[in-house]
């Protein structure tokens, strides 16, 4: 009994490890470059560096950029393609006037939350709104904060089976009783 859940401890361990060992290098950053403004139904290009771990620039498949309305309606899909530097792609929008979230998909890295982007005229001015990128980072953490997790687990699975080892005694070594 012993033995088997000693091995069952140490097979969840390495199933752990290797899972988060695979998603250590995960997670990547994106920064627009310079928003330019964005009118309503005009194609603008707007240019975007992928850098992985928020330090090396990176070039990955799959890249795109996708806006919601804020309102309902239909998810556009814009995909980037490389551009100068590595790591730096460009995207060709075409986005109709009113408020929108807008998520970059950095291939394998997955998406990033970009905020909200404005489109078209301030009511009161007449004027084209200039495209607000998102302030809040905190989505690229959710990589970062899964390995801790997948880490402590693993680093108590590792000592209870180290306590396993050395704590329980065998059979052979266990005093026995005098006859």
């Not at 394998?108 to 970009?114: C, D, T």
Request: proline fraction near 8%; charged fraction near 15%; charge should be negative.
């Amino acid at each position: 009994m012993k033995r088997l859940l000693l091995a069952s401890c140490i097979a969840v361990a390495a199933l752990l490890a290797g899972g988060t060992t695979a998603s250590a290098g995960g997670w990547a950053v994106t920064t627009l470059d310079a928003l330019p403004e964005i009118p309503p139904d005009e194609t603008v290009t707007i240019g975007f560096i992928i850098r992985q771990h928020g330090v090396t620039p990176v070039d990955v498949d799959g890249v795109a950029i996708v806006v919601m309305p804020e309102q309902g309606g239909t998810a556009q899909r814009f995909p980037a393609r490389l551009e100068g530097p590595t790591g730096h792609y460009v995207v060709d929008l075409r986005v109709p006037a009113g408020n929108h979230r807008w998520v970059v998909e950095q291939g394998w890295f997955g998406p990033q939350e970009l905020g909200s982007l404005t489109v078209g005229g301030d009511a009161a001015s007449g004027a084209p709104a200039p495209a607000q990128p998102a302030t809040d980072s905190s989505s690229r953490w959710v990589a970062a904060d899964s390995i801790r997790w997948g880490l402590l687990i693993v680093t108590i699975l590792a000592a209870a089976a180290f306590v396993g080892l050395v704590a329980w005694p065998s059979r052979a070594s266990r005093t026995q009783p005098a006859r």
